[in-house]
């Protein structure tokens, strides 16, 4: 890498924004909650198929449930199956949060666009699953070059950072997870600017000023501060 980088309760969750009624089939929207469990019914009692977390993103499936005193919404691909999460954790986003990567496998949806996921992993790899190699005191690894720090701050998915990195879904999970959790510390601007920044330099990534060098990269890939 070229640098560093609500259990859900239905009774105690407090959303920054939410949705009810009616949305279009295909509606992309996003979670709220902090941590929030997936069900394979809309209801309270529901059998927990997964976790989605702040910042991810899925498009609606049209289902729509109200029980428990929650207006429940299906989404698709939650762990590769339709699941419900409560309206009161999700909120509208645009498409381009759920449009999906046709360079040899699909990324994480969240905070990163897709475009913007695109041109890091362009500039980390050529788009491709690295093995791991050394770099700047440790390993950097796979499609984003991640490090083993760096996997650990997201929550280390896949099992082990070598497994993870090479996977194209698990990887950008990843960075999706990582920025969710530091957006917010630094004054960061939500944006493709701050994101590539951060993946380059650290949750403060975005005030540092040798990150510069690693956006200039990442605008020659074709992104721009609003991808």
């Given at each position: 890498m070229f640098g560093y980088f609500l259990i859900f309760s239905v009774i105690i969750a407090i959303a920054r924004?939410?949705?009810?009624?009616?949305?279009?089939?295909?509606?992309?929207?996003?979670?709220?909650g902090s941590t929030v469990n997936a069900r394979h019914t809309a209801s309270i009692h529901g059998h927990i198929i997964g976790q989605v977390h702040s910042g991810e993103c899925f498009k609606f499936n049209g289902g729509i449930h109200t029980a428990d005193g929650y207006t429940w919404y299906q989404l698709q691909h939650v762990n590769g199956q339709?699941?419900?999460v409560a309206g009161s954790l999700l909120q509208t986003s645009t498409a381009s949060h759920c449009s999906i990567s046709t360079?040899?496998?699909?990324?994480?949806?969240g905070l990163?666009?897709?475009?913007c996921m695109q041109c890091i992993c362009d500039l980390?790899?050529?788009?491709?699953?690295?093995?791991?190699?050394?770099d700047v005191n440790s390993n950097s690894c796979g499609y984003l070059q991640i490090k083993q720090v760096y996997?650990?701050?997201c929550g280390k998915p896949g099992g082990s950072l070598d497994a993870c990195s090479k996977d194209k879904h698990?990887?950008?999970l990843c960075v999706q997870r990582y920025m969710s959790r530091y957006i917010n510390h630094y004054g960061c601007a939500h944006n493709c600017e701050s994101y590539a920044r951060m993946h380059?330099?650290?949750?403060?990534?975005?005030?540092?000023?040798?990150?510069?060098?690693?956006?200039n990269h990442i605008k020659i890939r074709g992104c721009s501060a609003n991808s």
């Open positions: 924004a939410s949705i009810s009624g009616h949305i279009a089939t295909g509606t992309c929207v996003c979670v709220t339709l699941a419900y360079r040899s496998g699909t990324y994480a949806t990163v666009s897709q475009h980390e790899s050529g788009c491709r699953p690295l093995d791991c190699k050394w996997w650990e701050d698990c990887a950008s380059n330099g650290g949750p403060a990534g975005c005030k540092h000023t040798n990150t510069l060098g690693y956006w």
